[in-house]
């Protein structure tokens, strides 16, 4: 072997070595379009809520048609989570036990959610639904009736009211939970979490793969989510308003 060939055979065996230990990506569609319009309208409808619902006075008319799209949002998700994606469904990202203490070790292999932001987006998902939801019975005796204030009584009413306001700030403390954990797994982890959920895409170790929810799955997510507000804004309960009487004539027979 004279010094050419060898020096030949030195660079083949440090390309070899590379590709063994370096690791070897392929990019997916890790949040698919359906995810990503419903997570990015969801912090919009929860900012016009926040901020509306401190406000108070004419804003909570506004505040009100929040809380509906806040309902029509989480109920579309938890369809999509059954239905949807590969990665938007419950099932992929759920923490069970074993992924806890996988991800506590180092040792999480999985794409999407870790199991401690699983929680997160759980617990998200949780308190929205019931933060939601009491408000569609609250009535501040000032500028807001909820629109299924109609169905309860005063008593519960209030319960309901006061429990709404709590949550608030539950949630507020949630979602700055949340915000640190992104700028955490951004500076110091390096792992952008921002940018998939903006265009979908992320480079994943290879071997991973996604499916799309499909139409029928989407058609059938969104009707539900229409049917949930329908339901919520109190349409089915209203009464019909009565028809009006015709003015009788005085003079008739004169």
């Not at 660079?11 to 990506?25: I, K, M, R, W, Y």
């Not at 109609?150 to 939970?177: F, K, S």
Request: aromatic share 10%.
């Amino acid at each position: 072997m004279n010094f050419q060939e060898a020096i030949e055979v030195a660079h083949n065996d440090e390309a070899q070595v590379g590709f063994e230990t370096g690791p070897v990506l392929t990019r997916i569609r890790l949040w698919d379009l359906p995810t990503r319009i419903f997570h990015w309208s969801l912090v919009a409808a929860v900012c016009v809520a926040v901020i509306t619902g401190k406000l108070g006075g004419a804003w909570m008319e506004i505040h009100g048609k929040a809380g509906l799209t806040i309902v029509g949002l989480v109920t579309f998700r938890i369809v999509w989570g059954f239905v949807g994606s590969t990665h938007a469904r419950f099932l992929s990202f759920v923490p069970t036990p074993s992924k806890i203490v996988a991800y506590l070790k180092g040792r999480w292999q999985g794409v999407g959610h870790n199991p401690l932001g699983a929680f997160s987006v759980l617990a998200l998902l949780g308190l929205l639904a019931v933060q939601a939801s009491t408000g569609l019975f609250t009535n501040d005796d000032i500028a807001f009736t909820g629109p299924l204030n109609v169905l309860i009584d005063e008593t519960l009413a209030a319960r309901l009211t006061g429990l709404h306001r709590q949550l608030a700030n539950g949630l507020l403390i949630l979602l700055a939970l949340h915000i640190v954990a992104i700028f955490f797994y951004v500076r110091f982890k390096k792992d952008n979490l921002v940018k998939p959920m903006v265009t979908g895409w992320k480079d994943v170790p290879a071997g991973q793969s996604a499916s799309k929810g499909g139409p029928v799955a989407l058609m059938l997510s969104l009707v539900i989510a229409l049917a949930a507000v329908y339901v919520a804004s109190g349409q089915p309960f209203k009464k019909p308003a009565p028809l009006p009487v015709a003015p009788t004539n005085a003079n008739a027979g004169w």
